[in-house]
């Protein structure tokens, strides 16, 4: 068990470009969420997938924002022509959704800057 | 909906003292889990503690403590023995469907 893990960790990009991040989540763990936080704020909720299923988006995800999880492992979210308020902090978490108290694990996250 | 509220930007305590970080929620679920993370400036989130709305004891891990005050929809953290490792964000979350955040508190421990 190696935790999360998201790659990149730092992703700097033009505007307008397209980026994608990816998401290894604890291998046993069928949950898996992103969020995102920009500076001196709490994370926001994106998106979240049971297995390979998205059960639920944030209004804050935008049609310029896909995420997939093609076999119910990792997962990717892409950004399509970024803008400047993009720059933020991407972070994953995942939990196995066994038991009440099961607890979320957090990757370092992937920190973008468009420029 | 569900709603995390932390009043506290920023907070200092005393190398050894004890401090407390507030937090009030607002949700109309029944059954609900509130949760508090560590967020050093690394950026990594770290679970602290849990506690569960049937929990009838307040959650302890360590030097850590959940006040919990359910008629006050209140879920206060208490760090004893505070430590210079101790100063980073900490941040108050409710369990829905998946976590919701408050804003933060940013904590810094002096010597």
């Known amino acids: 068990d190696t935790g999360v893990s998201q790659n990149p960790r730092h992703k700097i990009t033009k505007r307008g470009q397209n980026v994608t991040f990816r998401c290894d989540p604890i291998?046993?763990?069928?949950?898996l969420y992103w969020y995102r936080q920009t500076l001196g704020q709490g994370p926001e909720f994106l998106t979240y997938?049971?297995?390979?299923?998205?059960?639920?988006k944030s209004r804050l995800l935008s049609d310029r924002f896909s995420a997939e999880r093609p076999k119910g492992s990792f997962s990717t979210l892409e950004i399509q022509r970024t803008e400047q308020g993009d720059s933020a902090m991407y972070l994953c978490?995942?939990?196995?959704?066994?038991?009440?108290?099961?607890?979320?694990?957090f990757g370092s996250g992937t920190r973008l800057t468009v420029v | 909906a569900q709603k995390i509220t932390q009043t506290q930007p920023g907070m200092f305590v005393q190398e050894k003292e004890a401090v407390t970080l507030d937090c009030t929620y607002d949700?109309?679920?029944?059954?609900?889990?509130l949760f508090w993370y560590k967020q050093p400036s690394s950026g990594e989130m770290i679970f602290l503690i849990y506690?569960?709305?049937?929990?009838?004891q307040n959650a302890t891990e360590g030097r850590y403590s959940l006040n919990f005050q359910k008629a006050r929809k209140s879920a206060n953290l208490v760090i004893s023995a505070s430590q210079l490792g101790d100063s980073a964000m900490y941040f108050c979350a409710i369990r829905g469907s998946r976590l919701t955040f408050g804003e933060g508190t940013q904590l810094t421990v002096n010597p």
């Open positions: 291998s046993e763990h069928n949950r």
């Open positions: 997938f049971q297995n390979e299923a998205q059960l639920e």
């Open positions: 978490a995942s939990r196995s959704g066994v038991g009440a108290i099961s607890g979320y694990t």
């Open positions: 949700t109309s679920d029944q059954s609900y889990g």
């Open positions: 506690q569960g709305s049937y929990d009838e």
